[in-house]
């Protein structure tokens, strides 16, 4: 049985997340400025401890120090304050991600992958244009168009409004203004580095769940301070992973650990003006993600940010401070202390209004899978630095890990757009050697039998589009990805 995860202390009990548990999910909430990113770093800590893989957006730039030994200055008095016995300095195995590179090693996906539901996400597409998206994707799964970047997606935009009428009939309306809004779309996320994102070699998921040599599980750090200059990307972005974990990973059933925890920061970035559609998937994903061995914790100031059917399903909770300045916040503070299994010795609304930095309300799922009564305890502290390392420490931890150079040269080989080029080339090349208008087309020599031989080679093309567009169909879609909902 793997050792339980001390999280806080309240006088001398100890407060546990239990591993077996930790699949069943969670939430982390509080105002800004009372500790949720320190949080953060102990569970962190923590799940790699036990051997548990991580990964986290580092939304403001300061959890790399994780990847050096800390315990000093505040942190050091915390675990004297609590009277820790084996607390000590530690640094913890870490790899670093960044959409530009420059902080980590280049995450990318394809358009393929991403699909068009999270794509027209992340575009603010409306219903209409998301439809017509739809149709875009389908026609290049039928004809065989890898969409590996945007590029392809681009070229394959101009290709369908170039010839509307003809796909009319058999795909729908494909109005011309919700195509230009797509590339307008398409132009502004470039405009922000969103190009970026898009491309091969693609993401590996297998690459988020290792371990070190001391069976310490890595803890991935996502930049994501200027990725956050971009909501629904970053939101978008966070959401596709989580979609390939539950699409690549097996059912595993109860485990005494997880084999993945994801954190979800600003999770109400994902949340904020999403579909009813898109909800829904979240809430699958979310549900039946912890048979996959991954548990899901969403970070964000209010629980509120969270809706009531994925918030249900979160049953690990640490809730911070929260500010209760005019009667709304009053009213989400006495929501907040409603989530939570209530302890008759204690007024959780009052108590949520009081607390401290690095203080909080914690309820976990006991080894039954019940919330504990929730308590109000000090959070431990970690044992890695507190704060960012420098520019010269992150360099050398990203060109010292055994990914350096995998994911750093992109790759670009044919797909839509360079099938589509060709076939334009090819066009214009038959057009100039085309016999003028009212002459016999027959090559010298050739016998009315030839004619058949015709026939039989627009047979053998046809056979080739019909097998390219089977592979057009086997484009690796994940389930948020997928037209019709997971299609591999």
């Known amino acids: 049985m793997t050792d339980p995860l001390l999280i806080a202390k309240h006088g001398d009990h100890e407060i546990h997340l239990l591993p077996q548990m930790a699949n069943r999910h969670g939430l982390i909430t509080g105002a800004t400025g009372t500790g949720k990113t320190v949080t953060l770093q102990t569970l962190a800590e923590g799940f790699s401890r036990i051997g548990t893989p991580v990964f986290m957006a580092d939304v403001k730039g300061d959890l790399s120090g994780v990847a050096k030994p800390g315990a000093t200055g505040k942190a050091a008095e915390r675990a004297r304050q609590l009277n820790l016995a084996d607390y000590g300095a530690e640094a913890f195995p870490v790899v670093f991600w960044d959409v ?3 902080q980590g090693h280049p995450i990318r996906a ?3 992958d991403m699909g068009p539901l999270l794509l027209a996400r992340m575009l603010n597409l409306n219903e209409t244009q998301e439809g017509v998206l739809n149709l875009v994707f389908k026609i290049a799964d039928d004809q065989g168009l890898l969409l590996l970047d945007l ?3 681009r070229a394959m935009l101009q290709y369908v409004g170039e010839r509307a009428k003809e796909f009319t009939t058999e795909y729908g309306n494909l109005s011309a203004a ?9 132009l502004a996320l470039e405009s922000q580095g969103g190009d970026r994102l898009f491309g091969e070699p693609m993401l590996d998921i297998a690459d988020l769940m290792q371990t070190d040599d001391k069976g310490r599980g890595v ?3 996502l930049a994501a301070d200027r990725l956050m200059q971009s909501p629904k990307a970053y939101g978008t972005l966070l959401l596709w992973l989580l979609a390939e974990l539950f699409e690549n990973l097996p059912e595993a059933g109860d485990l005494a650990k997880p084999k993945l925890v994801f954190f979800f920061d600003e999770a109400h970035l994902l949340f904020k003006d999403a579909p009813p559609a898109l909800l829904d998937k979240i809430e699958l994903v979310v549900r039946l993600i912890r048979s996959k061995g991954v548990g899901v914790y969403f ?8 809706p009531e059917r994925i918030a249900g399903q979160l049953g690990n909770r640490v809730q911070h401070a929260l500010r209760a300045f005019t009667p709304k916040d009053q009213k989400a503070l006495r929501a907040a202390a409603e989530t939570l299994r209530d302890n008759v010795k204690l007024d959780e609304a009052a108590a949520i209004a009081e607390l401290g930095v690095g203080e909080a309300l914690v309820s976990c799922l006991d080894a039954k899978g019940q919330p504990s009564v929730v308590e109000r305890a000090l959070i431990v502290p970690p044992r890695g630095q507190i704060g960012p390392l420098s520019e010269a420490e992150r360099a050398a931890l990203i060109q010292g890990s055994v990914l350096y150079g995998h994911y750093e040269k992109a790759v670009d080989r044919a797909s839509a757009y360079e099938m589509l080029k060709a076939r334009t080339e090819q066009a214009a090349a038959q057009a100039e050697t ?3 208008a009212g002459k016999s087309a027959r090559a010298p020599g050739s016998t009315p039998g030839s004619g058949r031989q015709g026939v039989a080679e627009a047979l053998v093309k046809s056979a080739a589009r019909a097998i390219g567009s089977q592979l057009g169909r086997a484009i690796i879609r994940g389930v948020l990805g997928s037209l019709l909902g997971g299609r591999r």
């Open 434 to 436: 085309a016999p003028p």
């Open 100 to 102: 530009w590179g420059e």
């Open 299 to 306: 970070v964000t100031q209010n629980p509120a940010d969270i």
């Open 110 to 112: 394809t358009v393929s």
């Open 178 to 186: 919700s195509i230009g809004a797509i590339q307008r779309g398409l």
């Open 151 to 153: 590029k392809d997606l």
């Open 219 to 221: 803890i991935n750090l």
